[in-house]
């Protein structure tokens, strides 16, 4: 599966953008998540919060994860769509849970959430351009 020929491959709106950018903007965020989950893991496992919060960040984890093989290997533009929404909540309900308990962990998230936001926005649109 080449994620960068398929991206290419779409109708994409002109305001998309290039292929290039994804990669870095990727490693950034998967740094932030990295740290900023791997803490709420760890505050969990020491008993110093609930499953509650901590489901959030699990399920966000996986959506994120899942949305490459289903947009590119896939090729389910709906269901990449719906997994891209599923994201954009989860860390929505992730941040507002753990805001409670470790305000910084909200706000580190705050790059990664107006990512999402924005790459929600971007696949409902190429989606609509190529069904």
Do not use: H
């Given at each position: 599966?080449?994620?960068?020929t398929s991206y290419l491959e779409l109708i994409k709106p002109t305001?998309?953008?290039?292929?290039?950018?994804?990669?870095?903007?990727?490693?950034?965020?998967?740094?932030?998540?990295?740290?900023?989950?791997?803490?709420?893991?760890?505050?969990?496992?020491?008993?110093?919060?609930?499953?509650?919060?901590?489901?959030?960040?699990?399920?966000?984890?996986?959506?994120n994860l899942s949305f490459t093989y289903i947009q590119f290997g896939?090729?389910?533009?709906?269901?990449?769509?719906?997994?891209?929404?599923?994201?954009?909540?989860?860390?929505?309900?992730?941040?507002?849970k753990i805001s409670k308990k470790y305000k910084w962990v909200a706000?580190?998230?705050?790059?990664?959430?107006?990512?999402?936001?924005?790459?929600?926005?971007?696949?409902?649109?190429?989606?609509?351009?190529?069904?």
């Amino acid at each position: 599966m080449n994620t960068y020929t398929s991206y290419l491959e779409l109708i994409k709106p002109t305001w998309a953008p290039p292929a290039f950018v994804f990669a870095p903007v990727w490693t950034i965020l998967y740094i932030i998540i990295a740290i900023s989950f791997g803490y709420v893991l760890y505050k969990y496992l020491k008993g110093k919060i609930s499953f509650n919060i901590l489901l959030p960040f699990i399920l966000n984890l996986i959506f994120n994860l899942s949305f490459t093989y289903i947009q590119f290997g896939l090729k389910n533009l709906p269901l990449a769509s719906i997994d891209v929404l599923l994201v954009f909540i989860t860390l929505i309900w992730g941040i507002i849970k753990i805001s409670k308990k470790y305000k910084w962990v909200a706000y580190v998230n705050i790059p990664y959430l107006l990512w999402v936001s924005f790459a929600t926005i971007l696949q409902l649109t190429i989606t609509f351009l190529n069904i």
